[in-house]
């Protein structure tokens, strides 16, 4: 499996001079980048921020690329890690995805309460998803978001095919452990509520 | 319990499942892709601008050099051409039978 076909890496090699190459590079990519940008984050407003700068970035550093069997987008995905854990540090916050950003995309139901629960569950998985370390979201992000296969993610990731399957499994396990507790959490704080007001 | 002794079980069917249906790829806005494919653009057509600007200040700078040295030459070949014409008549002077 090769890192890029041919036409990608002429245009990756006219990119540093060519304007037209790298406005196509960004077409291909940007929507990948910027899913990935907006699953770390978990808000439009910073993953379209991030985003920018990812492609002014390369922009820049495009003219030094080289071809190593590695895709471009993993050059792409690495920039965007940095500046994402840049973004991390700089607020030292997780932030939290609006729940309106995705009952927003749901449109109208017949049955509201049913959307809301659904909302609030993807919501808290959300949450857990977030709570992993980096490259576990990263692996999350390119199986569920991208569908892209094992190999695919291993290439990107820089790890064997193996290894990633091992990733997988591995966060999958605490992902469960993390929802189960934010879900715990939730019922010990409601049940704390009723037992509060039943005491009054 | 679950597996983990914890309050409800979760399967990894169940899990894989769940994360199909909330994490599903979003479309940033078209004005924002458009946005910054122009800006990306600019910003290297502004790199280009500056070549150009660097190149005609170059050539400017030739054009001037040239110039000025044909001026000087000019004006030298004006001063020898003279003072050619200044010891002409001198020696003209100079070796007429009247003097």
Redesign the interface.
């Known amino acids: 499996m090769t890192g890029q076909s041919e036409g990608e890496l002429d245009l990756i090699r006219r990119a540093g001079s060519e304007?037209s190459a790298?406005?196509e590079l960004?077409?291909r990519h940007?929507?990948q980048i910027?899913?990935y940008i907006?699953?770390r984050t978990g808000n439009?407003h910073d993953?379209?921020d991030l985003?920018?700068r990812v492609?002014?970035r390369a922009?820049r550093h495009v003219g030094a690329f080289e071809d190593k069997g590695v895709p471009f987008s993993a050059w792409l995905y690495r920039i965007a890690h940095n500046l994402v854990a840049n973004w991390h540090r700089d607020r030292s916050r997780r932030p939290v995805v609006p729940l309106d950003e995705h009952l927003a995309t749901t449109g109208p139901s017949a049955h509201p309460e049913w959307e809301a629960m659904a909302a609030e569950?993807?919501e808290m998985?959300?949450t857990a998803?977030r709570q992993l370390p980096p490259d576990r979201q990263q692996l999350?992000?390119l199986k569920?978001?991208?569908r892209l296969s094992n190999a695919e993610i291993g290439q990107i990731m820089g790890r064997t095919e193996g290894a990633i399957k091992s990733l997988y499994h591995r966060t999958?396990n605490s992902?469960?452990?993390e929802?189960?507790?934010l879900?715990?959490g939730r019922?010990d704080a409601t049940t704390g509520g009723v037992v509060e007001s039943d005491g009054r | 319990m679950?597996a983990?002794g914890?309050?409800?079980p979760?399967d990894?069917r169940q899990?894989?499942d769940?994360?199909?249906?909330?994490?599903?790829?979003?479309?940033?806005?078209a004005r924002?892709?458009r946005r910054?494919?122009g800006?990306?653009?600019t910003?290297?057509?502004s790199g280009?601008l500056l070549e150009w600007k660097i190149i005609a200040a170059v050539v400017t700078l030739i054009l001037l050099t040239a110039a000025s040295l044909g001026l000087t030459l000019r004006i030298l070949l004006g001063l020898l051409g003279l003072f050619g014409i200044i010891q002409r008549s001198r020696r003209r002077r100079s070796t007429s039978p009247t003097a």
């Open positions: 304007a790298f406005g960004y077409e940007v929507r910027y899913n907006y699953y439009h993953a379209e985003t920018a492609f002014q922009l569950e993807r998985l959300l998803v999350l992000i569920f978001v991208e999958l992902l469960r452990q929802f189960l507790r879900d715990q019922e | 679950g983990d914890l309050s409800m979760i990894r899990l894989e769940w994360l199909s249906r909330a994490m599903t790829p979003v479309e940033p806005s924002f892709i910054l494919r800006g990306l653009v910003y290297r057509g280009l």
